[in-house]
């Protein structure tokens, strides 16, 4: 009903028929990225021995809190699996096959919000650990992982679309563009995975100049590969200029931390919060997130500037 089917251990996209629509009576097809993540939920649903039972069990709210039981300690997933499961039995209301939908008298597990804005004297720690790389019993310049955190930062987007960036999505002009009161050096065009949101992204000359910093660094190793970021020729023949993958850097980030003093306090995904937060501190109200609902976009800014205002009225007496 997804559009997928499992080919050993790996969820494949098939070429069935998609079904499933985005919310009840939305009539829209759900997204590629969201499909995938339901068909490897039900993956993992269907691999526990407590899920065999049928739709019409008549303790069926006790088989699917027994199903869920086991990420009861990981909240996130845990909503995810419910979100897949309600799908399930939303599309067997609409069959005919049961008359009610269980899931709804299933609760969500409470996910603690994090809200952890990483300070600037930290982060120039953690990037400069990250300028020195320890690999293969040699030490090497790694200024371009330092360079690749700067880079989500300065974008303020979810890893997956920094790492599926390529060279030709940006545009640096030859002179500085003016706008309304500020200069434009170039500009980003992408498309956010989760929800194929475009964003076009006017650069400022530090983020241009970062851009551009990449490409001559792929032109030092005589890479040409279209991805933007690509490991270095000291790699091993099976990595060395291929695209770079969110988990390399997700480790060097951790263990950068580790030897900073900073343990688990920072995560590389507290860079996006790090990026929008300054950036609406900074120029108000914007889309650099790529949000469709004002709620997201309250999520991703930890600070709230205050509320500017001018005395214009003069006294009444003398």
Known sequence: MLGHCVVGTKVKW?????LSLRGPNKGRPIALPTRIDYA???KQLEEQESADFLLTDPDILRRIRQLLSPWMQKPTHYNGLRN??????????QEGLIDRNP????RKATESKREVLIPDDAYKEITAALCIHKINKQTRDGTWRAKICDLMYMLSQQPIDIFDLKQNQAEIFMEPVERDGYSVYGLVRFERHKTRVGIELEMNKELAELWQWFIEFKRSQNITSEYLLVYPMYFDVRSRAQKVQHR???AAWRKAC?????????????LRKKGLTEEY???GENDKGGHETE???KHYRLIKPPKRARTTIRFTRD
Request: hydrophobic share 35%; glycine share 4%; aromatic share 6%.
């Open 281 to 283: 501190l900074e120029q």
């Open 14 to 18: 098939s070429t069935c028929q998609v």
């Open 258 to 270: 580790k030897e900073t003093g900073y343990g688990d306090q920072y995560q590389l995904r507290d």
């Open 295 to 297: 709620a997201m976009r």
């Open 248 to 250: 390399t850097i997700q």
């Open 84 to 93: 897949t499961l309600n799908r399930v039995f939303l599309h067997a209301v």
């Open 40 to 42: 490897n939920d039900a």
């Open 103 to 106: 899931m709804v008298d299933i």
